[in-house]
């Protein structure tokens, strides 16, 4: 028996996880669900139940496959939470770190220190800078030469540090953190959310966000999401997102 | 150790379903989905964590209890039905019986009879009609003699019973099986349905519908889902459903 | 200049009401809210504009259809009714006659009888009891003769009559309300409750709802929800839902 | 009478704006769309109608105040736009600049360049940068002295200055905008957008945001909500936001 995997690293520094815990239903739930109108149930998943959910995926009846769920933690770069953040309606983000005026606050340790996690930054790697794309319909092109990359990524470093550096110092000498942040380069920040979909709304974030034109780098997350959701509804997701 | 109850029988003839693979999460859900945000997770559920969830509960930071889903099947009269559809936000219904026309059909065996089940309708006992109420904030009053009753009950089998004969009838001589149902003294009518809501959208609806001016009928299946919910939820619900 | 129209009656007794003032924007209306991402700003809908919507709703990029809103007024039996809650997500109903336990009671005067308004029902003409389709993809087939939809229609009232003469006795005699309905045939009951939505919301139900095997009673309100709409956003409308 | 305000600057460079063609209802709206429970209506607004809506914000009947809706363009740093999206739910955010990759693009003008808006960045003044607070119940504490806030605003327009100069040199050495953009510092930079909600959203959004414990920075933004949508509905959320 093939072991289930639970994360999947993303990027530089960034994560997919989905435990096992986390996951309620399986191929067998939507047919379930769709054959509730029917009193009837199916104990196993054959050629009829796969028939049944393409059925519900080509004409569209997602409903059975809304009571199905997934819950995923994610540690991303800003830029990549930002395009994320349209498929959290009926779940929600709970975000770190940075975040120290949240109400959450109130309920914390007074011992706590306003930071919990050093922040880290998103680098892209000397021969992972993209051109403008020919095609606007693509997110972007060809790589960039390394020499060029080089130049680019040393710059970068060089924000982060800068801007890190100034954040570090205005809190130290007394600035709330809820300004002080305005220092950062935060598109690069690495944010962690834990995010709580239905098995419907996952594959629409699947269509959206394994398309060629998808920026290259939410692109990886939702393969990593791809490949974590597959191992538990192998047929259902097959059913809903088209490639 | 206490086994798990998975159905509670409700009114005459209906029931409430939670099978333990339907639920995700149990009370540490929503703690660590709250301390997602400082990076910290907490092992095992004490006094820290119970004080967690009621700081969560009162301030009204319901996110984290967004976070954790429940699966319930549902047999009840439509008069329930219609007051519980309020709740289904973000899930759907899939009913049965005499949703013969919903486009579902399509995928079904081309020998399907229509009428897959045998409609069955909510019978008031005799002990069991109300007055009305004294005070209107509340749903009704005193139970009614038993005389009064019989004649009540005696009088409604034999609305459904004419009435399930003229549909029955009509159908057989060829009448669209979606205008016959208008046959039905359909407020009684029994409906299968699933449920699928977060553990906030369930502790909304329990706060709603345990109440005493809530209608007797749907707040027997309340209390079902109630107990049903605590086994898995215990210190969350508390948190969140407020007597 | 036409004049608008705000209302058109629907079935025996019905109506699908939407007044100017429960409209928000117009056909520049979803093109401006595409064009903020780039802060450009279309004051005339000419042959562009049309472009840019088709566009719009070819490509499934619905977020600026969500911005527009309507609100209608809707009296039409419970059988449709219920086929219409599905749409009811983000806004809400408001029904009448019978809902006497709503926690909406408290607010009215002591003196407010329970039922407020007469109830009425949906009588199918003689002439428009329809058969079983042939193909079951549709909702009904052809009409049946005048002579057997004569005795239909007889038998129907009779329901109704027995049942809304049970019901008013039970209640003269002191049954509370809400048990007091069980005795009503109530999918032909008519209800009446507002219903507000996105224009995106409104062209999903007509998507559905306009199509040939919805059932022919929700189908005639679908008409009158689409006629009224297109006064105010024709092109919008063209451009989200496919005949 | 009173002219109505339709623009609220906020900040250095931002402003919320709602215009009387995107607002949809007034105080009488909820009123009536509570009463239609009992078909009947109010025509002016009186204390009867204040004693309801009171009375329905009190109870927590809040669906009345889902059929009214309001559109506001808002323009903020993106700091102040990451708190405001947990309020999109049922809405969208259509931002700019920026976002070059969107699919949106695929409509536009082949000619089209990739940015159509010059980033501007939110400037904390010399004397506006504030202490970490006393009580982490509250945002932040004390303002700073003016030679200190001096050194603060300098070194941030500095990071502005490199951040946007670095980005606007990536570019034209080819560097794909989506990538170039990870050298702004981009908690500060404004992006615009459009944010349509009913009533009940709007309030939800006043009552977390108005408060004490909110940043700075987004409760003049909810002030200036507050402001402008009063005007249209000042009982109503006078019912529904509690100071």
């Known amino acids: 028996m093939t072991k289930v995997m639970t994360e999947i ?15 309620m239903g ?20 054959g050629t009829k139940e796969e028939r049944l959910l393409n059925f519900l995926g080509r004409e569209g009846h997602t409903s059975p496959f809304r009571h199905s769920f997934m819950k995923f ?57 993209r051109s403008q794309p020919a095609n606007k319909k693509q997110g972007s092109g060809e790589i960039l030469p390394v020499t060029q990359g080089k130049d680019l ?28 942040r305005l220092f950062l380069p935060s598109y690069g920040l690495y944010v962690r959310w834990r995010w709580a979909g239905s098995l419907q709304g996952v594959c629409h974030f699947l269509n959206q966000r394994l398309k060629g034109d998808a920026q290259s780098e939410i692109r990886d997350y939702a393969e990593a999401v791809n490949k974590l959701s597959r191992q538990h509804f192998p047929n259902a997701i097959d059913a809903l997102v088209r490639d």
């Open 9 to 23: 690293p993303v990027l530089d520094n960034g994560y997919v996880q989905l435990k096992a815990k986390d996951v």
């Open 26 to 45: 399986d191929d067998l739930s939507p047919v379930n669900d769709a054959k509730v109108s029917f009193d009837r149930e199916s104990n196993e998943f």
């Open 73 to 129: 933690e994610v540690y991303a770069p800003l830029m990549v939470a930002r395009q994320w953040w349209k498929y959290v309606i009926g779940s929600d983000h709970a975000e770190q770190p940075l975040r120290s005026h949240d109400p959450l606050d109130a309920w914390n340790e007074s011992s706590r220190r306003y930071i919990t996690e050093q922040p880290e930054f998103y680098i892209v790697g000397e021969n992972e800078w």
């Open 153 to 180: 990524t040393r710059q970068l470093v060089d924000m982060y540090d800068t801007g890190y550096k100034r954040y570090t110092n205005a809190i130290e000498e007394g600035v709330a953190v809820e300004q002080a």
